[in-house]
């Protein structure tokens, strides 16, 4: 079945040690989202990939970076978690283009723990 | 500034019974609404979603109303059942920028 697959489910890093969470696609969508999701909250947008074309959120912390090496894969890089980074990170995708195309998948999610 | 603003916080309905759950925007330029629902430890699901020619929009026991004078929609969910337990994020986008509510915790009881 075509899906959103994050990995890992759950990571656990130290305070201030770089980590890497992971999202693939076989939608063969254009545009890939991470959010950040904190407890009882709202998932909040970080960046999102149209293509190749990167798109930061006026507020997201320079601490969170994002790559997106082909249509599959798209990357989140944490490089000095504190303990406020602590939150369930979620990626999704969607068509793109038009309106008639925003239809968002999302993934499983990763949990985020921050010694 | 809260794009999309979500009420209620929480919301307990007896088995049967109406959920109705509120969301107001105020970027015209929004062209998509769509409902998501999530269960504890998952991604959010989307549940149904309207457009803004529409005023109306039903899938099921979900019901969908839109005002685009108020602009205001809201999420009906009928006859109610405890798995609908979860909670609600209505969003609003345009483009490909996607603002979602504060969302709603819905407990229906059996």
């Known amino acids: 079945d075509a899906m959103v697959i994050q990995n890992p489910r759950y990571q656990v890093t130290q305070f201030g040690k770089p980590v890497t969470l992971s999202c693939s696609q076989t939608?063969?969508?254009?545009?890939m989202y991470w959010y950040q999701q904190k407890s009882s909250q709202a998932p909040k947008l970080l960046f999102h990939?149209?293509?190749?074309?990167?798109?930061n959120e006026a507020d997201t912390p320079d601490n969170f970076q994002s790559r997106r090496p082909n249509t599959s894969f798209c990357f989140l890089d944490i490089r000095s978690p504190g303990l406020g980074d602590a939150a369930m990170y979620l990626c999704?995708?969607?068509?793109?283009?038009?309106?008639?195309?925003?239809?968002?998948?999302f993934g499983p999610g990763t949990r985020l723990t921050v010694l | 500034q809260q794009q999309v603003k979500q009420s209620p916080q929480s919301l307990i309905v007896q088995k049967g019974g109406i959920s109705i759950i509120n969301c107001a925007y105020e970027n015209t330029a929004f062209d998509y609404f769509p409902w998501y629902q999530q269960f504890p430890g998952k991604g959010p699901a989307l549940l149904i979603a309207?457009?803004?020619?529409?005023s109306e929009k039903k899938e099921g026991r979900f019901t969908i109303s839109f005002n685009k004078s108020a602009k205001q929609f809201s999420l009906h969910i009928m006859d109610s059942q405890p798995g609908d337990s979860a909670t609600y994020f209505c969003a609003a986008s345009t483009g490909n920028q996607f603002y979602f509510g504060t969302g709603t915790s819905l407990t229906v009881i059996p």
């Open positions: 939608l063969n969508h254009n545009v």
């Open positions: 309207i457009r803004p020619d529409v």
């Open positions: 990939y149209y293509d190749k074309d990167f798109n």
């Open positions: 999704a995708t969607s068509r793109g283009g038009g309106s008639s195309y925003n239809e968002q998948f």
